[in-house]
């Protein structure tokens, strides 16, 4: 990429990154507003069955660490004009070692791109969907222009899902009335961002559908979603013809994730690896597991225990589809887990070293992520902490 490329973008010298709405005062959000922004574009890409996304304006990568968890993507493509960002948190991108114990059903790439938004390269072309979250306000209206060109134009995904700070919104915040980061080169009412969205439509045969992430308190319903969010979609099947000047981006870095067929372990050796993880799970973090009191940390012959309810583990959708709750106690039994003289809970010795064995409790809190979200479940409760170094956008 050329410097003159370079100087157009202003992307590029990483001011996007420490941009939080929790910190212009008055309204909070909780989860933080950018956690909301990753996690409905991950809903959008899974309601769709997307396989293949690019985001362009990645920054620190962090939306990664949602997108990963869609079963159907194959493909995530990462892309930002801003190298030491990418160089400093390209290591996100690594699959983590729970990803070993529990492989994906289907194969994943992951690759990040220094490159601009503007240009085409090859690598991106057929990609069933584009991101851009919170990224068009940092860029100004000629520059804009081109990435349409380029997403739409000539990408011509058949999802597109863009965000971008709603102005309204911002008379809520204390102080006079201004953009929230001194990077960003505009930002629009709603009807400004619908009338781009409409002339979008029209030049590039796209259907748009207009959401936003962030409700208003309850008193000031009039000023809309703190961000405005739109999906656009085309229904065309086939892909255009388009000429790329070919490899334009620069190659940062690239992660394959392990996977396995479906039918490769049997039912037995699969309840042992999910039994085993989820255990060794629990136990880590028995200190911080203070929203449950029936998991009982006891005192037996000098040594700490703690004496998990099996119905617990049955609260684990990938436990729970496998085996009954009676089946599960046997299974324990036979594998050599030592049960409650009336059967209802599992005795786990607790040792000293388990940061040294199943690793640090960042890592704990990571692998937390990768259990599912079914709004049933056990693992919904062992909230996954999100880091504060990610509130840039």
Not at 337 to 345: F, G, S
């Amino acid at each position: 990429m050329s410097k003159e490329t370079k100087a157009e973008l202003t992307e590029s010298d990483g001011s996007r990154k420490l941009e939080d709405e929790n910190s212009l005062g008055d309204v909070k959000f909780y989860p933080p507003l950018y956690t909301q922004r990753y996690s409905f574009a991950t809903k959008i890409l899974e309601k769709h069955g997307v396989k293949w996304v690019v985001d362009l304006g990645c920054s620190e990568c962090a939306v990664v660490r949602f997108y990963r968890e869609v079963p159907n993507l194959q493909k995530i493509q990462l892309v930002d004009i801003d190298r030491e960002t990418l160089d400093f948190n390209k290591n996100r991108i690594k699959p983590r070692p729970s990803d070993y114990i529990f492989k994906r059903t289907n194969p994943l790439s992951i690759e990040i791109y220094e490159g601009s938004a503007t240009s085409l390269d090859k690598r991106t072309v057929g990609c069933d969907a584009v991101s851009m979250i919170e990224f068009i306000e940092h860029l100004y209206p000629d520059i804009l222009e081109k990435v349409e060109e380029n997403v739409f134009g000539q990408l011509q995904p058949n999802l597109v899902v863009v965000t971008t700070p709603n102005y309204e919104f911002n008379s809520l915040f204390p102080g006079e009335l201004r953009f929230r980061h001194y990077d960003h080169k505009f930002e629009w009412t709603r009807s400004e961002f619908q009338s781009w969205c409409q002339g979008v439509c029209e030049k590039y045969k796209y259907a748009v559908e207009y959401t936003g992430i962030g409700d208003p308190p309850l008193e000031s319903q009039q000023v809309g979603f703190c961000s405005q969010a739109a999906i656009f979609t085309s229904s065309s099947q086939s892909k255009p013809s388009v000429e790329s000047k070919g490899n334009c981006y620069c190659l940062v870095a690239e992660s394959t994730f392990p996977y396995k067929d479906k039918d490769t372990l049997s039912v037995e050796e699969t309840l042992k690896s999910e039994v085993s993880y989820i255990i060794n799970l629990l136990t880590r973090n028995h200190q911080t597991m203070d929203f449950d009191q029936s998991c009982l940390c006891v005192q037996e012959d000098d040594k700490e225990q703690m004496e998990i309810p099996v119905e617990h583990l049955m609260f684990f959708s990938r436990i729970s589809k496998l085996v009954k709750t009676d089946d599960l106690k046997k299974f324990l039994q036979d594998s050599g887990y030592q049960l409650t003289e009336d059967q209802t809970r599992v005795i786990i010795p607790l040792e000293d070293d388990w940061e040294d064995r199943y690793g640090s409790e960042e890592e704990s809190e990571m692998d937390t992520c990768v259990e599912d979200s079914n709004e049933n479940s056990y693992e919904a409760a062992t909230s996954c902490v999100i880091d504060t170094e990610e509130i840039w956008d």
